[in-house]
């Protein structure tokens, strides 16, 4: 401490009642009594019992398509449906005459596979009209689509700006991880050789018109927009666009901030004490100052 160094450290107990009843720990009061001197004590004992506030499971998104695929999607079914309340049902849903059923819905909760909503011939219209109801989809077996499933692809990016823009929630189970949904491993590779042979594959370079999500993805792959614009896995500006869109897309409703936003998680506890500790923080930065 003399050096100057900084020493944050957190314990069960204030520190008159570190190693308490301990033998020989006359030996030890002097260290507690540095601490105490030396570092200023803050009593963070909450009301809250934190390990007793709901949380959601573990990330939204799960690949391969294993056993622990289907609890991870029975997992978030059950945390963001209400099957106490409305146990799950199927529900159908009429659109310009037409039938969308929901094989398993509760409470604000539908759960498709991949193929029961985005295999059927289902658009914009239908899609939208489940967010009038849902506010959270879990989507299972989600397969990589190549170009010869661009249709697939198309539908399933249309779903994905549907959900985005009603800001609902999106729990997916892959068969492959997010960024091959589009283009496989041999598309990738194919695209990298082509590029290299062109010349148009160096370091980072030439991202014009690509989101964060995409160039950083790029980059990883050794890929640049010379390279995406003379490759066959897209056939136009507006395809490209709308792939790296879904993959930025994608990556947002994965964080922990889109997932526990409007589930009423900050009103289950903490909310007063964290407000509490922010104001206490900015009187210290005035002290320092």
């Not at 030890?28 to 959601?56: A, E, G, H, M, Q």
């Not at 995406?228 to 136009?236: D, E, I, P, V």
Request: charged residues 25%; proline residues 4%.
């Amino acid at each position: 401490m003399s050096h100057g160094v900084v020493l944050v450290t957190t314990s069960n107990r204030h520190p008159d009642d570190l190693y308490k009843n301990g033998i020989q720990r006359s030996s030890f009061i002097p260290c507690i009594n540095l601490l105490k001197t030396s570092l200023r004590v803050l009593n963070l004992d909450s009301t809250t019992d934190y390990r007793k506030i709901p949380r959601p499971p573990s990330g939204v998104y799960h690949h391969p398509l294993d056993k622990a695929a289907v609890t991870h999607a029975e997992k978030w079914f059950r945390f963001l449906g209400n099957f106490d309340g409305d146990p799950p049902h199927t529900a159908t849903h009429h659109v310009w005459g037409r039938n969308v059923e929901v094989p398993r819905a509760s409470g604000d909760a539908a759960l498709f596979t991949f193929d029961e909503l985005i295999g059927k011939a289902t658009g914009a219209a239908d899609y939208l009209e489940l967010m009038r109801t849902y506010h959270a989809f879990i989507i299972t077996g989600v397969p990589g689509m190549t170009h010869r499933q661009r249709d697939l692809a198309r539908r399933f990016i249309t779903f994905i700006d549907a959900v985005y823009e009603s800001r609902a929630k999106l729990v997916l189970t892959t068969a492959v991880p997010l960024f091959q949904l589009f283009m496989s491993a041999d598309e990738i590779d194919e695209a990298l050789e082509g590029g290299r042979k062109s010349g148009s594959v160096k370091d980072a370079e030439d991202h014009e018109s690509v989101d964060d999500v995409m160039r950083q993805m790029m980059d990883d792959l050794g890929m640049n927009m010379k390279m995406l614009k003379n490759s066959s896995m897209f056939s136009g500006d507006e395809e490209r666009f709308a792939f790296s869109r879904a993959l930025s897309r994608l990556s947002e409703m994965g964080s922990k901030e889109w997932v526990e936003r409007g589930l009423g998680m900050e009103h289950r506890g903490g909310l007063n004490e964290r407000e509490g500790w922010q104001r206490v923080r900015s009187r210290w930065r005035e002290d320092s100052m």
